[in-house]
């Protein structure tokens, strides 16, 4: 009998390279295995396994799979060879002779050759699916990746069944500040928890998988979205660390697509992203629903993003001036420049073409072109003898990847002569939290050309009191949204039980230790969107330094701010 027989090598040579299963391998040694058997004298193979749980592949325990049997019958008296698998579990081959056959030493050597090229085989689909499955799997989490969620999209739109499925792309709010307290070992923890509570919401005809970072999605049944809805909005992870338990309170952001018919899978991811990205840093509802006019809004917002550069070029940005007024002496003290793009079509809202430039990474040559702008007016004021007042210019927190950025600010303000004093760089309180070392190198940078430096929106984030302490800023100006509630503080004592009062008083709690505590470090400070005499006379109580709003002057155009100017020189 020759090992290397004609029928071992088609054998051989019939099993597929790409084996994806034990399962599928089986049927096709099945298949080819009959000559070699017949040569050999065996009546059934059988094939046993038993392999550990991984965070991949469940436990198999005493698998027992026919790989062929003699329609004339065996002697039930098996000849075994064991191996071990690559996961450190147990494969064995048995062989069980026909009745007609007398096996001996040599007989067994090949038996024992045969089980080897058996157990090779297994080897090979075993690693082949445990790599099919790593390649659809997340590796922090241990769910589905955005490959594998595809491809369970792709295998319901295979069986028509996609429109009975909705996807929810859910994003853990704040996590970049559990990875900050906690470091990249717990906030990786966090990811994995998370992602077994989710994991044990969902049936067997159901997934999640992670697409990255803190964001997850979610295929569940139309019937179960309510149910998911109210499941992820009250999330609470128990994690030990330093032997102490913790309790951490996760909440998310959920964007909602019923998948329809006809849907692919990468029409899925691409129009959950489109709804992620316009609804990216807008208030409102943790729960956002995909509609067909988000499509015209991006197309819009591409339109936008493309017409840039032409716009730029031919300076269709106008630089209006707001004032800024000095609450102890009630005089002009500073203005703040703001943008606006004049299309031929008609006057652009800001609101409507900077969060667009913002995303496209344009927003860093617009804020530069406004401070130039801002220096050429400087220039002409200057010259004829006008006694101008500090001018804060906004500044994208994408500028901080921009290690010379202040050089580059300097250069400008070089080229114009402008005196660095009547310049104010106002930079939005977010800033921190992305690149801290990185904003307070160029606070530092700047502050040492004579420049000033001011924090925009301040008191809305979750380190505000840091950056107050850490940075060498001039000026912060307190958010809007401190004076929104206010009024009525000014006018009359609030009765206690009424929501509303005391969301006023504690706003003006607020404001007061801002301000002490601002001032205690040598900072000014300054709030936006002061309307009536209520909210200017209480901030004047509470020690703030400055205003800005329509109480007292709207964004006005450059002549216009000049007549102001006029006016005290």
């Known amino acids: 009998m020759n090992l290397c027989s ?47 749980e991984s965070p991949y592949e469940e436990r198999i ?24 698998t690559h996961s450190g579990g147990t494969a064995e081959v048995l062989f069980y002779p026909r009745e007609t056959a007398a096996w001996n030493n040599g007989d067994l050597e090949h038996l024992k050759f045969f089980a080897s090229i058996i157990n090779l085989l297994c080897a090979k689909a075993g690693l082949t699916k445990h790599a099919n499955i790593l390649s659809v799997t997340d590796a ?47 906030g990786d923890v966090i990811l994995k928890k998370y992602a077994e509570h989710l ?55 959920t964007c909602i697509y019923p998948i329809a018919r006809g849907d692919t899978a990468s029409t899925v991811l691409y129009n959950i992203s489109i709804a992620i990205n316009l609804t990216k840093g807008a208030p409102g509802s943790d729960h956002i629903r995909f509609v067909p006019a988000m499509l015209e809004h991006l197309k819009r917002e591409k339109e936008i993003a493309g017409s840039f550069s032409k716009a730029i070029a031919l300076k269709e940005f106008d630089v209006f001036y707001q004032p800024k007024l000095d609450l102890n002496t009630s005089s002009l003290c500073g203005c703040e420049a703001l943008v606006r793009w004049s299309r031929t079509s008609g006057l652009l809202a800001p609101s409507d073409f900077l969060p667009v430039l913002e995303k496209d990474g344009t927003i860093c040559a617009l804020d530069l072109y406004v401070l130039e702008e801002v220096c050429i007016k400087l220039r002409e004021w200057l010259d004829l003898g006008l006694t101008p007042v500090r001018i804060s210019t906004n500044f994208s927190k994408a500028h901080l990847h921009n290690h010379f950025l202040a050089e580059d600010i300097m250069g400008i303000i070089n080229k114009y002569s402008i005196p660095p004093e009547y310049i104010e760089i106002e930079l939005t309180e977010s800033s921190g939290y992305d690149d801290f070392a990185s ?23 979750y380190s505000s009191l840091k950056l107050m302490s850490d940075l060498e800023i001039d000026v912060i100006k307190l958010d809007r ?77 450059h002549s216009e701010f000049e007549k102001r100017l006029q006016g005290i020189s």
């Open 199 to 253: 994991k044990d919401f969902l049936r067997r005809d159901e997934i999640c998988g992670r697409l990255g970072d803190d964001t997850y999605l979610a295929v569940v049944k139309n019937e179960r979205i309510d149910k998911f809805l109210k499941y992820i909005s009250d999330i609470r992870l128990r994690l030990s660390i330093d032997d102490m338990m913790n309790t951490f309170n996760i909440q998310s952001r």
């Open 140 to 186: 922090v989490t241990g769910i589905a990746n955005t490959e594998g969620i595809s491809a369970f999209i792709a295998d319901c739109c295979a069986k028509g069944e996609e429109s009975s499925y909705t996807a929810l792309y859910t994003n853990i709010k704040n996590f970049r500040y559990f990875n900050r307290q906690l470091g990249a070992k717990y």
């Open 61 to 84: 325990k005493d698998s027992l799979t026919m790989l062929y049997c003699y329609s004339e019958g065996y002697v039930n008296t098996p000849v075994s060879n064991a191996y071990t």
């Open 481 to 557: 949204s401190f004076v929104t509630d206010t009024s009525s503080l000014s006018a009359k004592e609030p009765q206690s039980g009424t929501p509303t009062l005391n969301r006023a008083q504690n706003n003006a709690v607020v404001i007061k230790a801002i301000i002490e505590m601002a001032h205690a470090l040598g900072i000014k400070v300054i709030c936006s969107g002061v309307e009536n005499d209520e909210q200017k006379q209480l901030l004047t109580q509470l020690g703030c330094d400055m205003i800005q709003g329509f109480l007292y002057d709207k964004p006005l155009p």
């Open 6 to 52: 004609n029928e071992l090598f088609d054998f051989f040579m019939a099993i597929p390279d790409s084996m994806g299963s034990i399962e599928e391998l089986s049927g096709y040694i099945a298949k080819t295995v009959p000559p070699v058997c017949d040569m050999l004298g065996i009546g059934k193979i059988e094939l046993s396994l038993n392999t550990p």
């Open 439 to 461: 904003l307070s190198d160029f606070v530092n940078r700047i502050k040492n050309y004579g420049v000033y430096t001011s924090i925009d929106n301040f008191g809305t984030g």
